[in-house]
């Protein structure tokens, strides 16, 4: 039986999910990201507007033991940023969410979805 999770994520990559753009969504690896299994569906609801809210299916699961390793894995067009932001693209860009201290800790997933 597949899972069922719920996490906030704010407007932006929200939409860019909805629209496709961003099929990566990048997490801490913490217990409750640990919980999540391939198959298992996740409801994002609008950190701005708590009705706007999309499910996902998991489709796959990228775990790394950081950032730094998880930029130079994945395709960052898929994690949610486009050919005018990705020349800048950094993985210190997830300090803004994630300090360093809890990324060694937990390690961080890249969570391959797509809509429902």
Known sequence: MAGYHSMRITSLPLKMIREGKKT?????????RKAISI??????CNTEDKNDTLNVRVEDLHVFASF???YQK?????CGYTEED???ASPDDMEEYYPKEKQARYGVVGIKVSLI
């Open 74 to 78: 994945l395709p960052l067009l898929e």
């Open 86 to 88: 990705i020349d800048n």
């Open 68 to 70: 730094e390793e998880l």
């Open 39 to 44: 198959g298992d569906t996740i409801s994002f």
């Open 24 to 32: 990566i969504e990048l997490r801490l690896y913490d217990e409750k």
